[in-house]
């Protein structure tokens, strides 16, 4: 068979078609874009999606590993060329089972081919059951190692015998086994099961024989209890008379207290008849103590309360002024300031001088020059020299004036300059405003305690008001003296009349039971010394006890036996068991002889068909090893040990490393699938990956060499096998 295209929705493939030629189809693919997959799918398309496999832990069935990613339902197309007939086969899927619908029709004619089922696909297409193809020509990856089956094993076999694959030593020794097995297999085996159900035979007459013994012995103690239990009782009956007696006497003193207690409460409600209740009491008493206690909280919070704070102190101009008043006065006070600091200083005394000087010149001109005009410059000097010297004069009185009203200000408030004036201000602002506010919450709070005051000397006049006018006129201090005293009174009123009451219902309860009692005599019964009603009864409770397990011996026992059944019939079936267990000992030694038997067959079989297997791996071995290994051991489960070149030894293949033991199945599996399935495709998923360059072209040259008898089709990741192959031409 050749396979000429692959059209898939199939796990990750979406309609996607891969398309393939005779001989080696080098299919070069990066990861996650389908190598497997594909390989996969060809196999669905060739046997189906097994449906019955369920998901563990280890292994996802191909229904869900499989499911398309789009979300559509799994389907697929495959073209073969089979026995020069091209043939299209498609499958579909239903609601529940995948690639379940099958079609297969002539490629050229599209006429149906009706001899190809979804059942018989793949093994008329290749020749091979799917468990053959698994283990021969299709090669997955990492799964290059051929495991041993029965199917496998038939095909084998078939190489060297009459061509009948129904045989197999496998299914023969299996069958073999079991038989054995169901003879003797621990404690579900015809063997253990014979002796176990002999022995259980054998315990239930010796359970049988130890029954009746204990039956007997029950028996006998049943009766002695009943006989003690019968004394005891009418040993019972003249201890209740003489209690009896004793109870009547008791009665009429219990009925003569009842009386005295019930004339006390008489004498005392008469005494209390005018009194108020018990709740009204107890409520004045409440208010009585919640009063006190509310003075009490009030003298403490009067107490806690601080003394009224002194003005804060203040400059002296501002002493007795308000807040506004303050702002007011400081604001004036700081204009006059500013007003003085601005006042003009007097002229210099250079200013002077210069007066001084002219009037000097004008005398000077005057002596000098005596005339007119000497007398006029000399008299217009000396009036400027004067004029100057009275407004120098003047300025500076004014001036220094001036600056001790400045310093007078500054030194009554204790500032310098009007910006300490205004921080000044502030400052006494905010502490008077403090003050006023401190002082405030304690008038508040003065207030609010002599209303409290007011309030607690109202109650209280109420309150004694109330006292004074259900019982007698009294202090605030007598009054919680008074009501204790009352209420005590009303107390012990209400407890003599409960404790006669009491006393009555004792007498009525006492006197009840007594009239049930059976009236004095009787038979006349001599009692041990120091036995009394109670522990008579508890010895009659004990025999009770005793019968009661007595008659639960017997009962079980009786029961026991009846389970047991007939001591003739368990007899009968002790000896027909021990035939059985002799005949079936007998068996059991025939299937062991049997067994020896077959394996020997199998043996010399297994030497017929190895030699030729083990011939053909060997020689793919040694092709695609370049020779480094020529020769090797394949046993009856296709586990193979190696002959490394020049060396006799031989070694189990798990010595080796990864890319030998791929090498060495590879061999294994194309020499099956030559002998199984010539003619069949060989499926190859990265199956050369540990493969190093060398042994890689030699494993190229060997498929290249396959693909001239039949279709190969090589899945990998990597590009160096192209350029291997490209090597090879």
């Known amino acids: 068979m050749r396979i000429e295209s692959m059209t898939a929705t199939f796990g990750k493939l979406q309609t996607q078609t ?39 832990r280890t292994n996802l069935p191909a229904k869900e590993h499989y499911a398309p990613w789009s979300g559509s339902a799994m389907e697929g197309q495959l073209r073969v060329e089979h026995e020069g007939r091209r043939i299209t086969i498609e499958r579909s899927s239903t609601a529940r089972a995948p690639l379940a619908v099958f079609r297969a029709f002539d490629t050229d004619s599209g006429q149906p081919i009706e001899d190809l089922t979804a059942q018989n696909c793949g093994q008329v297409l290749l020749g091979v059951p799917r468990q053959v193809f698994e283990r021969s020509a299709f090669v997955r990856q990492d799964a290059s190692a051929i495991s041993m089956d029965a199917t496998l094993e038939q095909r084998l076999n078939a190489l060297v015998t009459t061509g009948d694959e129904t045989v197999s030593f496998q299914e023969a020794e299996r069958t073999l086994r079991e038989r054995r097995n169901r003879c003797r297999h621990n404690k579900t085996g015809l063997i253990p099961q014979t002796r ?47 209690e009896l007696a004793e109870r009547r006497a008791q ?37 009585l103590h919640a009063l006190e206690s509310d003075r009490h909280t009030l003298a403490l919070d009067l107490a806690s309360l601080p003394p009224a704070e002194a003005p804060p102190a203040v400059p002296e101009p501002l002493r007795g002024l308000d807040d506004d008043q303050m702002q007011q006065r400081t604001n004036v006070d700081g204009a006059r300031m500013q007003l003085l600091r601005a006042e003009r200083r007097p002229l210099p005394i250079g200013t002077l001088l210069l007066t001084v000087l002219l009037s000097a010149l004008a005398v000077v ?40 009203e400045l310093r007078q200000i500054e030194h009554s408030y204790g500032v310098e300059g009007t910006d300490e004036l205004q921080d000044l201000t502030a400052r006494c602002r905010e502490r008077y405003a403090r003050w006023q506010q401190a002082d405030a919450e304690r008038t508040a709070e ?44 009303q107390v012990e009123c209400e407890n003599t009349r409960r404790g006669a009451e009491q006393a009555m219902r004792h007498y009525r309860s006492l006197r009840d039971a007594l009239g049930e009692l059976p009236a004095p005599g009787g038979q006349d ?90 011939e053909l791996s060997a020689d793919y071995l040694s092709r695609l090893t370049e020779g480094a290994y020529t020769s090797l051991v394949l046993e009856r489960d296709l586990g193979a040990s190696l002959y490394p070149s020049g060396n006799p030894a031989s070694r189990d293949a798990a010595f080796f490393s990864g890319g030998t033991r791929d090498q060495l199945y590879l061999a294994v599996r194309l020499a099956v699938s030559q002998l199984l399935c010539p003619g069949t495709p060989l499926i190859l998923d990265d199956a050369l990956v540990r493969f190093d360059d060398s042994r890689l ?33």
């Open 446 to 489: 003065l207030e609010d305690m002599h209303a409290r005051q007011e309030r607690l000397d109202a109650e209280s006049a109420r309150l004694l008001s109330a006292i004074g006018e259900a019982m007698e006129p009294c202090s605030l201090a007598e009054a919680p003296s008074l009501l204790r005293r009352t209420i005590d009174r």
């Open 196 to 242: 176990a159900h002999l022995d259980s035979v054998s315990e239930r007459l010796a359970r049988l024989d130890a029954l009746h013994e204990a039956l007997a012995e029950a028996r006998q103690t049943e009766q002695q209890l009943r006989a003690e239990r019968t004394t005891a009782r009418m040993q019972l009956s003249a201890l209740q008379a003489k």
């Open 525 to 614: 019964v001599s009692v041990p010394e120091g036995k009394t009603v109670a522990s008579v009864q508890n010895e009659i409770l004990s025999i009770e006890s005793k019968l009661r397990q007595a008659r639960s011996v017997i009962d079980r026992c009786e029961g026991q036996c009846s389970t047991l059944g007939d001591r003739m019939e368990l007899e009968a079936q002790q000896q027909q068991l021990t035939a059985r267990l002799d005949a079936l000992e007998e068996e059991y030694d025939a299937l062991e002889i049997a067994l020896a038997a077959l394996g020997k067959a199998n043996e010399h079989l297994q030497s017929r068909f190895s030699p030729r297997l083990t």
């Open 18 to 56: 891969l398309t393939l030629e005779p001989g080696l189809n080098l299919l070069q693919m990066p990861n996650e874009t389908g190598k497997s997959t594909w390989c996969a799918f060809l196999l669905a398309m060739l046997y189906g999606v097994d449906t019955s496999e369920r998901k563990t």
């Open 365 to 404: 001109l005057f002596i000098n020059h005596k005339t007119t005009l000497g007398v006029i410059a000399a008299s217009l000097a000396a009036v400027i020299a004067l004029t100057g010297l009275g407004s120098w004069l003047y300025m500076r009185r004014r001036w220094l004036e001036n600056q001790a």
């Open 251 to 287: 009665l009429r003193q219990v009925g003569e207290d009842a009386r005295q207690r019930a004339e006390k409460a008489d004498a005392l409600e008469a005494a209390c008849a005018d009194l108020p209740p018990v709740d009204a009491l107890e409520h004045w008493e409440r208010e």
């Open 697 to 729: 072209a030699a494993a190229l040259r060997v498929l290249r060499q396959e693909a001239e008898s039949h279709q190969v089709l090589l899945f990998t990741c990597q590009s160096r096998e192209q350029e291997a192959l490209n090597s090879l031409e």
